[in-house]
């Protein structure tokens, strides 16, 4: 149909003549109301958000000296972060002439992991990033 006979019969209906896909050859047109056509996607699209569950990322530091109370504690407020869907991101600062042990700083990181066991799984390997040393940890499905 041409593009003067489908606008005529739209206007006839008292609708909108909305191209589909104008890349096609040759273009589809519809028929339609758009004002109606936007609302019901609108409509969606606050339904879709409104199922759609965000998750963020907490963060845990740690210290090179942390102790073993505190360890536990910044662990069971990991794992209270996890139990509610967010990802976790547990760092290790180190300062002055802790920077010549790092690798103290990945052993605390495996304890973590060790302790967390089997309520996370590792979405990022410990790695230096500057002073610090990170890891991401995520939620088990």
Known sequence: MSSKDAL???IAKNLDLVMIAPQAEPPVCRI???GKFRFEQTKKEKES??????ISVKEVRLSM??????????LNQALKFLKS????????KFRGREMAHTELGAKLLERFIEGAGEAC????QPKMEGRNM????????
């Open 65 to 74: 000296s942390i102790d073993t109370h505190d360890f536990n504690t910044k």
């Open 85 to 92: 869907g967010n990802k976790v991101k547990v760092s290790v």
């Open 8 to 10: 005529d019969a739209a």
């Open 32 to 34: 339609m109301d758009y």
């Open 49 to 54: 958000k409104k199922n759609q569950k965000v």
């Open 134 to 141: 990170a890891m991401y940890l995520a939620p088990k499905a």
């Open 121 to 124: 799984n590792v979405e990022k």
